[in-house]
Each structure stands twice: as C-alpha cells, then as structure tokens.
C-alpha cells in the first residue's frame, strides 16, 4: 500500500518530536503492509521548516531505516492549511508541493469554518496544473452540515483524501459518517494514515480497509490506498472510487448507522 499522508520527519513538526519516535512511526506503517508514503510537514505559515532542512532531516531518517532493515520509500511533502494557501500566489505554493515534479499540493481542511476563497484557489492550481489534494475534510464541522461546498470542489479537481482515524471512530461519529457519506457519494479518492507518534494506534491502513470492504463489499477499497496513490505520485490526478449499485448503497448506509 502507498500512505498519501504521514507525519513522520523527525523533530519537523507533531508527529515526530525525534528520530526515535519517526522510526517508531515508519515501523507501525511497514507492519501494516504500506511500502511507500509521503512525508508530509505541516505549513501553516512562512514559518513552517524550509525544505532543505526538511529534505535533511528526511534524508537521515531514510538511513536510519535502511540500517534498521526498515523498507519505506518517503517522498517529502507538505500539509499546506488552506486557509493560509488561499491567500498565496500558486508561485509561493509550489515551494510547499510533493516531491520534485511540483505538481501535488495537499491542503490540510480547517477544523472549524471554511474559507471563501477555496474555490477560487482550486481553479488557480488547476489552471496551473497543479493536483490539490484536500486532506480530512470529512473532520471540519461546516463540511460536515454542509456537503455540497466539498461536492463543488470535487467537480472542480479536488482530490478527496479522508483518513484512518476518521474511518475508524477516534474523531467522533459526525466524522466517520462525513467520510463514510462521501464515499458513497463516489468523491473520495485516497485513504490514508495521518499517522503521528502520538497516536500510533490510530493509523493502521490495513485495519481501516478491511473494515472498509466489510460495510462497503461492492466498492473497490484497494484504489484507494494502491493504484490512486500509485497514479497521484505519477503527477496522474486519481478518481474518486464510484460503482456502487443502488440496492449496494442503502445497504452500506443502513450498516454505517450502526457502525
């Protein structure tokens, strides 16, 4: 599996204050069957870590796990807040996209309100062709009463990428239900871990997919955490996964009230 959203550069912001916390974090996602995964940093303003030191910090980690016997390829990226990304020039965003190609940019969703110019910013990055991946939006309560404003910018390009904890209960059921929901609605492309040291059992991939087919059997699961990540770190912007049958989709949302 491929972890689009992992929070593992040592000392670079809260998910791993050391390297001995980063290996721990880069060693629960081997355990859970992921090969490969961005590395993302959190940016919420132009004082967030500058990429050659991040790219350093990185660089040290990925050789601390080879000599731990550590297999995971980390591709360096940033969790840029959206807030903040809407008011920057698509020149100054690049600084903060994925890896070398400068064509991914994951903006982190807020956790309370949402901001005007989102749209606006979506079509900017697009007109650049630039893929924006909007981290957790199934976690902001606005998104949560209001499911339309993210339905917009899907239809715009907006990569949907929900997470482990969110699927799996830990930020409540008005977070489980938005994802769940917008899986249904055929506009979610990517699950992945948003993995911190300080809630390392809350991330697990292979947990979360299994329980994904489980109340979801006619959905492809696997695309969203193999052949979309696998097309997004190709500079390819994934499709939501869709094709659930109708009778498929009442079912699904009867066991979702229970789950």
């Not at 924006?132 to 606005?142: I, S, T």
């Amino acid at each position: 599996m491929i972890d689009t959203h992992m929070h593992v550069v040592p000392g670079a912001d809260d998910g791993a204050a050391d390297m001995a916390q980063a290996v721990a974090v880069a060693r629960a996602a081997v355990d859970a069957g992921v090969t490969s995964a961005i590395a993302v940093i959190h940016a919420t303003g132009p004082e967030c870590l500058d990429r050659s030191t991040a790219s350093e910090l990185l660089a040290a980690l990925q050789t601390e796990l080879r000599e731990q016997g550590l297999v995971l390829d980390l591709t360096l990226g940033y969790e840029v807040d959206l807030s903040w990304a809407c008011a920057l020039e698509i020149s100054d965003l690049v600084e903060y996209s994925v890896g070398n190609d400068h064509r991914i940019i994951i903006l982190e969703a807020p956790y309370v309100g949402w901001p005007r110019g989102s749209q606006d910013l979506v079509f900017r990055l697009r007109l650049h062709d630039m893929i924006p991946v909007l981290a957790h939006p199934e976690r902001n309560p606005h998104i949560q009463a209001h499911p339309e404003i993210l339905t917009a910018l899907v239809r715009q390009g907006v990569v949907v990428q929900i997470t482990v904890p969110s699927v799996m209960g830990a930020f409540g059921g008005a977070a489980r239900r938005t994802a769940k929901r917008h899986l249904l609605r055929g506009e979610v492309a990517l699950l992945a871990s948003d993995a911190h040291y300080h809630r390392l059992g809350r991330g697990d991939l292979r947990h979360a997919v299994k329980r994904l087919k489980q109340v979801m059997p006619n959905a492809s699961i696997d695309l969203l955490v193999k052949e979309n990540p696998a097309l997004l770190m190709g500079g390819v912007a994934p499709q939501p996964v869709t094709g659930l049958a109708s009778v498929s989709r009442l079912v699904a949302w009867l066991r979702s009230l229970v789950w």
